[in-house]
């Protein structure tokens, strides 16, 4: 553990705001505590990027629920312990189907509108589902579920946005939580914000692999700021990889959604033969550590950077119907999915570890609450789901919410906190090159299968930067890195502790 704070600072010397609650992250997870406790608590949403520059915003294929005739909270139980891999905590996932439908309902009521097929739901069905049970609205789902947050949100009295808040660190007072430490991007001053509960909502860190999915902001800074005070973290080694983004040079790759395997497309390799009938019942729709394994080798054998999605029979008015965003893009990128084969290959897509929380979202550290993907509440287990994660931050987040509704009292706030740190490092240089390497190197050694040698060669490189840490930084770009490097770490030692092959945590010879 790193138990330094980012930066010195002196709480007698800095603007100090205060709230009831006060939620890092505009996300799904942040947005839906937000809107649940703002009516009666007085509530602060700090961001450092805006609503479309979230894992929620980008999110393509849908939520679960089981809605669809013919299938239950049980059989989504079911499905989602067996992705799991026998990790799953069986109470939460509990929790997790059963409270899947109110959630759902709680979107639509503010607006969100998914596709329907005469006035019912239209369900798809995603890899690791026995049925079709995926709501969606068309290839743009979190489009739409932001949208509709934002919406409610700005109609609630006592919420405040603060965004282009660069969070620090988690201030702590006397074993409790008490607030954070904020950088504002657009004036460089440095700020408090106090709070008798403080939801950390932050996202994930696809950004520290050189291929991901997922978000320019997703850095692990939620992640990296817990374990410098001590909260308890687990499962980072759990690192979910989508098996299907676009193979172009973007960051973030384009993901090419599941959902469009669902609707029949198939994964073929260089001679244009499906491989995935052969490896599991499901074919393409097998859960995804198995498709993803099944893609590298595929790629090693065909010495290719890719496989390809193969959608051509679906045919063009279906297809341009169906996945509106996913054509146009492809077709910028220069394939005409009706035509030809798009070429695909992994990507870091999803944490599924992170800060350990109970079935209310709190943490090991007093006053600090946890959810969304920042979170391991126990419901993916060794694999997730498909479209189970933005059920995950619904759920979690109105019982969040909810409990602090039913535990906090409006205007206890936290008046008489002291703190400073005066670590006086001297001042590090330029960690542009360094974030580079991390990303680089962490993609080569702990990609979507590992070995014991590739994982010991990244302990050996991450031991060797570990005197970045000594040094203070004064850039969100280098505070980042210092968060990267801060979670490879654990990454790393999480995945050579963990021996053995189970659900995404891939361990080859
Ligand atoms: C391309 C893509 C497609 C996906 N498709 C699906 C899908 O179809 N179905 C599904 O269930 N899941 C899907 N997922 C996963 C799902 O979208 C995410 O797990 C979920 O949206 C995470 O929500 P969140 O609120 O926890 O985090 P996010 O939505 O990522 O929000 C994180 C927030 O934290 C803020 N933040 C981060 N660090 C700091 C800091 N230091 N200071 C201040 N603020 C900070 C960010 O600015 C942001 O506002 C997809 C993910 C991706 C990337």
Redesign the pocket.
Known sequence: MNSQYLIDFDLSKIPVSRSDVLV????????TVAVTVAGELKTRV??????E????????????VSLAPGDSPEMHYKDTMAAGGGLCDPEAVKVLVEEAAPAVSMLTDMGAEFDKVNGSFHFVREGGHSVAR?V?AGDA??NVVSASLVAAAKSRKNIHFTPD????DILESEGRCCGVL?YEQKTGQVEAYLASAVVL????M?QIYDVT???L???G??LA?AERRGVKLAGLEFIQF?PTALDTKEN?R??I?E?IRGEGAHLVNKDGQRFMTDLHPLGELAPRDIVSRAVVDVMEADKADHVFIDARHIGEEKLKKRFPSIWDHCLKAGYDMSKELIPVNPAA??LIGGIVTDLYGRTSLDGLFA?????STGVHGANRL????????LVFSRRVGRYLLDNLKAGANVDDVRLRSAANRQAGKSLVSARESLRKMMSEKTGVIRTSEGLKAAAATLKDESHLLDYEYNNPHD??TI?MITLARLIVSGALARRQSLGVHLVGS
């Open positions: 890092i992250g505009g996300g799904i997870a942040g947005l700090l961001a450092k990027g805006n609503v520059q979230t894992s929620t915003w980008f999110a393509q294929g849908g939520i679960a995926v969606h789902t979190g808040t660069f969070v620090l904020a909502a932050a996202g994930g696809g999915t997922n978000p902001v997703a850095s800074d939620g700021m989508h973030p384009f993901l959604s959902a897509h999803y959810s969304g993907e920042v979170a498909a479209s189970n994660s933005l059920l995950e931050g505070w980042e968060n």
